[in-house]
């Protein structure tokens, strides 16, 4: 039995930027709402440099926590954490 495999030029990853959060406790709670309500996502931290905590306005924290989900996803994950203190909603359709 012989099987081919054929390879598209269609776009695999659908993941996208959905949200910015500044501190650990609200990571976690973000996690289990997600983890609740099985959205799929990948979670990208950056530690911010001195500079940037002195001159950006969004924060002055020292990590920076982006949260990836699925294009999908995205319309639901904002209804459910519309309310939710302190993260920042990145993604825009």
């Known amino acids: 039995m ?5 390879f598209t ?7 996208t930027p959905f949200c910015r959060v500044y501190n ?10 997600f983890y609740k309500n099985r959205i799929s996502f990948f979670v990208h931290w950056e530690e911010r440099g001195f500079f940037k905590r002195i001159f950006n306005s969004e924060s002055k924290e020292r990590l920076v ?4 989900i699925h294009s999908d996803e995205v319309d639901r994950a904002t209804n459910l954490v519309q309310d939710m203190q302190g993260l920042k909603i990145i993604t825009v359709k």
């Not at 012989?2 to 054929?6: A, D, E, L, P």
């Not at 030029?9 to 993941?15: S, T």
């Not at 650990?24 to 709402?33: G, R, V």
């Open 2 to 6: 012989s099987t081919t495999v054929s």
């Open 9 to 15: 030029g269609a776009k695999v990853n659908n993941e």
């Open 24 to 33: 650990l406790e609200t990571k976690d709670k973000l996690e289990k709402i």
């Open 65 to 68: 926590f982006v949260f990836l």
